[in-house]
């Protein structure tokens, strides 16, 4: 069995372990990603601001976070542009209960503090809706009868530039989902 090396040991407020084989054995070792700068903290910051207008459905604050020229892939590779996935969030079909950050592995800012990029995992959980007898009905159901919501994990790659001094998310990459109880996902070097 190969051994896979980590490249480099930096000090981060963020911990992510990678599992390393050694003669053999299994060895679970911090790898460290990005560096918290203030820079890198307004990355985090705004990606969380964007997150959370997501948890609430809020249309008018996800606009304001994407470009004009936005795009996106889904974990389906389909591709939305700024109305297309403004209008994918709104539906009725469906009522976001959370959509946390889990892990933030990597912030990058290119050399002329114009663009950006950020990969990080985040769980969301929604409750899905059918219409059924012109009513909307829950999908899933708890045992109490009370609207269940699925809750799956994804990793995120998002690409931000300044526009007018201000960050803005121009594509977001998002990957197949896994459930809960399935291994975390991993940054691996």
């Known amino acids: 069995m190969d051994n ?13 372990f990678d599992n390393q084989i050694l003669e053999g054995k299994k060895i ?3 790898v460290i990603n990005y560096i ?13 601001s964007f997150n ?3 948890s609430i459905f809020d249309i008018e604050k996800i606009k304001n976070h994407l470009c004009d020229d936005f795009y996106c892939v889904d974990q389906f590779g389909n591709l939305f542009s700024k ?10 079909k469906t009522k976001m209960v959370s959509n946390e950050i889990l892990d933030i592995f990597n912030i990058k800012i290119d050399a ?3 663009s950006a990029y ?54 977001l990459h998002k ?7 399935e291994p975390k996902p991993r940054f691996i070097l």
């Open 118 to 171: 950020i990969l990080y995992s985040a769980k969301s959980s929604i409750i899905v809706y059918l219409k059924e007898n012109n009513v909307m009905k829950s999908l899933y159901k708890d045992s109490n009868d009370n609207d269940a919501p699925i809750s799956d994990i994804s990793c995120f790659t998002v690409n931000l530039k300044k526009i007018n001094n201000e960050w803005k998310i121009y594509n």
């Open 52 to 54: 959370e207008s997501i």
């Open 4 to 16: 896979i090396a980590i490249t480099e040991k930096k000090e981060s407020n963020n911990k992510i």
């Open 175 to 181: 990957s197949f989902s896994r459930n809960e109880d």
């Open 36 to 48: 918290e700068t203030e820079e890198t903290k307004i990355i985090k910051e705004y990606i969380e």
């Open 112 to 114: 002329s503090k114009e």
């Open 83 to 92: 109305k297309g996935y403004t209008f994918l969030l709104k539906n009725d």
């Open 28 to 30: 679970e070792k911090e």
